[in-house]
């Protein structure tokens, strides 16, 4: 029993080093390799807690260690690619005051994200859903995006408006009030399960896209999420 229990802490943990990794690999201008590892992680992340449940072995500790865990690797290293990114990026020559500044925008997704692990822990509403974008999958989007259409962005007149626009919609998305759906299928109905079933079977044909799949597949994503808010508003 006492070596059961350090397993899914041990997977935890290996997501961690994922991220840790993943900074390493931005650094060295490996974008590529730092996608893999953060994809890596999120592979750990998914089955921590799994695996928790398997043994029976869930703790307070595991919880803890599990959030400080995500936000190396989905909150700090898809921060440190963007930022590694934009600092090559050209700013206009009216922005060259702050042109040195604006790269390091992007942490701020690392502190937006320490929020929302910290909102989930405490939330006793996410048991089915969440509430604003899980930090994996905004990490995905800004990964993807950073590796797929990085050479696009950087061509673009206004490529560091369009990043810094990004980033603070990405920081209020975390946080948002708004609910979003699950992949967790419990029942197999397609009543049940119909918006995850439409989600897996539009978003499928996406994966075509190679490494810059994530950023359409998350973008349908939170504009389902959005939309069935609204409609259940009205």
Not at 58 to 81: E, H
Not at 116 to 123: G, V, Y
């Amino acid at each position: 029993m006492s070596f059961k229990k350090h397993i899914p802490n041990a997977i935890t943990c290996c997501n961690l080093l994922s991220g840790c990794i993943s900074c390493v690999m931005a650094m060295e201008g490996n974008f590529v390799l730092a996608l893999t590892f953060i994809v890596i992680g999120a592979v750990f992340d998914f089955f921590d807690g799994m695996v928790a449940r398997l043994l029976k072995v869930s703790s307070p500790l595991g919880v803890q260690i599990d959030s400080l865990a995500d936000d190396i690797t989905f909150g700090f290293a898809p921060s440190f690619m963007v930022f590694t990114y934009m600092q090559r990026l050209t700013f206009p020559e009216y922005l060259a005051p702050v042109a040195e500044i604006l790269p390091f925008t992007p942490f701020l997704i690392s502190a937006f994200s320490a929020l929302r692990l910290a909102k989930f822990n405490i939330d006793k509403r996410q048991t089915t859903t969440f509430i604003g974008l899980p930090t994996p999958a905004n990490a995905l989007f800004w990964a993807s995006l950073v590796v797929g259409y990085g050479t696009f962005i950087s061509r673009l007149n206004y490529g560091w408006l369009l990043m810094l626009g990004l980033i603070a919609l990405s920081c209020y998305l975390l946080v948002a009030e708004i609910p979003m759906f699950s992949m967790k299928i419990k029942y197999l109905a397609w009543r049940a399960n119909k918006i995850r079933y439409s989600f897996l079977i539009v978003s499928a044909p996406m994966l075509l896209l190679g490494v810059g799949a994530a950023v359409p597949i998350i973008s349908l994503y939170v504009a389902i999420s959005v939309v069935k808010t609204l409609a259940r508003k009205r």
